[in-house]
């Protein structure tokens, strides 16, 4: 499958895709609301202690080729991105997603799906959120989420696509040094450790 240009909509489809699949959890890797449970339980139920250690461990892991290599997943993804883009953006969904089921949001829930996307392009993402109404530094409740309309979350998803286009067109967003191909076509590298971090103190600052 030819890898084309980059697009907005190629993006959106690939978050759907990694999102989805999050919370499915791909082959041999678990899903969110397990990998929230197995923390909170190993945290006994403590939320806060329980995403510490969580952003620690992904921190840690993502930082070794052999992570990205593991997502073999990923060659069954709907369109053609660079196997670099598509893995770290599953990687950093997932991460977000983790730390919004931790802290008991109803991630089947359309607003509290563009919330995570949102949280990928950190404090821009914020940004958007705001000017959509969502007070960010407070629980939100299930009615203040139902509250936002249907097409106020589709301008914020486009807005985040094209972020994430702009910031996967700047040097080191990957650490494209690093790229080893293996079996299957999968491209194995690490994740920017600090953009992984200010995407997951953006989550928690989000997902309050």
Known sequence: MKI??????????VLDWCYEQSLNGLPAMPSVSEIAERY???????????????????????GT?????????????????????????????????????IRDYDLNDDQVKTFVYACL???????LL??????IGQK??????KQIPKQVLLAINKKVGLRLVTKFGQKGVVNLGKLVPVVGG???????????LVIAKTAKKVFI
């Open 40 to 62: 909170l339980d190993k945290h006994h139920q403590n939320p806060e202690a329980a995403i510490k250690a969580f952003v620690r461990w992904q921190h840690a892991k993502v």
């Open 186 to 196: 999968v491209i194995g590298g690490t994740v920017n450790m600090g953009s992984n």
């Open 65 to 101: 080729t052999g992570f990205l290599t593991g997502l073999g997943g990923l060659i069954t993804l709907p369109v053609a991105v660079p196997a670099d883009v598509s893995s770290v953006l599953y990687v950093q969904t997932r991460m977000i997603a983790v730390i919004a089921s």
């Open 140 to 145: 939100l409740t299930v009615q203040m989420i």
């Open 121 to 127: 392009v950190g404090q821009s993402g914020v940004d």
């Open 130 to 135: 705001k000017n959509a109404g969502v007070k």
């Open 4 to 13: 084309g240009l980059l697009t907005s909509d190629k993006v959106m489809t």
